[in-house]
């Protein structure tokens, strides 16, 4: 038996990765996300307006996708407590967010130069993708930015012999119905897997 319910948000289970942006005077800006969909070499995010990452892509900037694993899920949650706007929102102030300029510092996270996009990549993460901003879709309370990846990098450990990724070492964090989670043990393989 089933039953209706309303949910405010139905995230069901996406990976969380944060958005590495910069604003018009160089300023970085960290954003904690998990609204993202990719395929071949293209990622779309969706960023909630009035955010400083929606304000630095408005205005251009190009991003970095960094994706954590499992272990840095407080560090995820620090992020998400700040934003880089000069403003709070009557929500943002329910929620207990601070205002922070410097979400590296405050976070405790290092900034790790980028090779083609001005955005920094976050030293931390163990998957990180340098992209350049392609378009942007209005959808009302949010954007979807629709990125080019240029570059990807991924720490030695997480690679198998092929060089692609072993999901058997990789903890993705998912943000499941709102709680931080992971995976456990494989079920099985995709008939595309490795390749």
């Not at 009035?50 to 272990?71: F, Q």
């Not at 976050?122 to 350049?132: L, S």
């Not at 930015?145 to 570059?151: F, H």
Request: charged share 25%; aromatic share 8%.
């Amino acid at each position: 038996m089933k039953s209706k319910s309303k949910l405010n948000s139905f995230y069901y289970g996406f990976p969380v990765f944060m958005v590495t942006t910069q604003d018009s005077e160089g300023k970085n800006n960290i954003c904690a996300a998990s609204s993202s969909i990719s395929l071949g070499e293209k990622i779309i995010i969706g960023i909630s307006k009035g955010s400083k990452t929606h304000s630095n892509l408005v205005a251009g900037s190009d991003a970095v996708i960094n994706i954590p694993d499992h272990t840095l899920w407080e560090k995820v949650e620090q992020v998400g407590r700040l934003t880089g706007g000069d403003m709070l929102s009557e929500n943002q102030t329910k929620w207990g967010v601070e205002i922070c300029h410097d979400k590296f510092a405050k976070a405790g996270l290092t900034a790790e130069a980028s090779i083609d996009v001005a955005p920094p990549r976050i030293a931390e993460c163990p998957i990180q993708a340098e992209c350049r901003l392609a378009s942007i879709s209005d959808k009302g309370r949010f954007i979807l930015a629709e990125l080019d990846i240029v570059n990807l990098w991924v720490e030695n450990p997480l690679l198998g012999e092929n060089g692609i990724v072993d999901s058997s070492k990789w903890k993705p964090l998912i943000f499941n119905f709102r709680e931080y989670d992971t995976v456990g043990d494989a079920l099985g393989f995709n008939v595309k897997y490795g390749n």
